[in-house]
């Protein structure tokens, strides 16, 4: 097996653009919010090409004060994009993102680093910042379902309980369709990545169980902390008369 990836030219990577721009134009079709879609996008690009330098120097750093603050930043800038989709209720809810994926995200982290992987020392940046990204990620998405899904119930003047109920059935279901469909509909990317790389599949399997092992228990705790401390929040205690 070829143990390399092929490196993709800025050319060859133009070509992935071809199938993007048809759907923005089915977008523009449809008179549907192009812009937002374009901004994500040319967002998306830029991030990543800078990253790709930043990590350049990262995961040779040997510096655990730079690891420690890049994953604070992560959860700092995951808990602020959480609450996007209520941004009227954004501030009186940072506090508690920010304990929920710290707690739910930070644990989860943990454990699966220093319990499964046993790194050492614990601040490997080749792992241990692709780890942080995917778990804080899919905590800021649960997060944010969950805050949407909150909102809404409550403005449909259910009570708090009924709506907490909601919104923490409405985070999982993301998950709960990948848990059902990996390996019979999709290899997710940290499989693909490793049999790419030419590691056996029998191991890119256990890896890739680690991960969806992390996800979701970070996804639950995180949303489930959430949930909890917005109750204490007196913008959100009542429904609506």
């Given at each position: 097996m070829n143990s390399t990836i092929t490196p993709i030219s800025l050319t060859d990577l133009a070509i992935a653009f071809i199938p993007v721009l048809f759907g923005l134009y089915l977008l523009f079709r449809w008179s549907l919010n192009v812009k937002q879609a374009s901004y994500a996008l040319l967002r998306m690009l830029s991030q990543l090409l800078m990253?790709?330098?930043?990590?350049?120097?990262?995961?040779?750093?040997?510096?655990?004060?730079?690891?420690?603050?890049?994953?604070?930043?992560?959860?700092?800038?995951?808990?602020?994009?959480?609450?996007?989709?209520?941004?009227?209720?954004?501030?009186?809810?940072?506090?508690?993102?920010?304990?929920?994926?710290?707690?739910?995200?930070?644990?989860?982290?943990?454990?699966?680093?220093?319990?499964?992987?046993?790194?050492?020392?614990?601040?490997?940046?080749k792992i241990l910042i692709p780890l942080a990204g995917m778990i804080f990620a899919n905590a800021m998405n649960s997060v944010s379902l969950s805050a949407e899904?909150?909102?809404?119930?409550?403005?449909?003047?259910?009570?708090?309980?009924?709506?907490?109920?909601?919104?923490?059935?409405?985070?999982?279901i993301p998950m709960i369709n990948s848990l059902l469909a990996v390996g019979l509909v999709s290899l997710p990317g940290m499989m693909t990545g490793q049999i790419l790389s030419g590691v056996s599949p029998l191991i890119a399997a256990r890896y890739q169980i680690l991960v969806m092992?992390?996800?979701?228990?970070?996804?639950?705790?995180?949303?489930?902390?959430?949930?909890?401390?917005?109750?204490?929040?007196t913008l959100i205690q009542k429904p609506k008369p």
């Open positions: 990253i790709g330098y930043v990590l350049s120097y990262i995961f040779y750093s040997d510096n655990a004060w730079l690891i420690s603050t890049i994953l604070l930043m992560m959860v700092l800038i995951s808990s602020w994009i959480a609450l996007d989709s209520i941004k009227d209720n954004r501030l009186p809810l940072l506090k508690g993102a920010i304990v929920a994926i710290t707690i739910g995200g930070g644990a989860t982290l943990i454990l699966m680093t220093q319990g499964v992987l046993k790194l050492d020392p614990w601040y490997q940046p899904r909150l909102m809404s119930e409550l403005n449909n003047n259910n009570t708090y309980q009924v709506a907490r109920n909601q919104a923490l059935n409405a985070a999982t092992c992390m996800i979701f228990s970070s996804s639950i705790i995180s949303a489930f902390i959430f949930l909890v401390m917005a109750q204490k929040t």
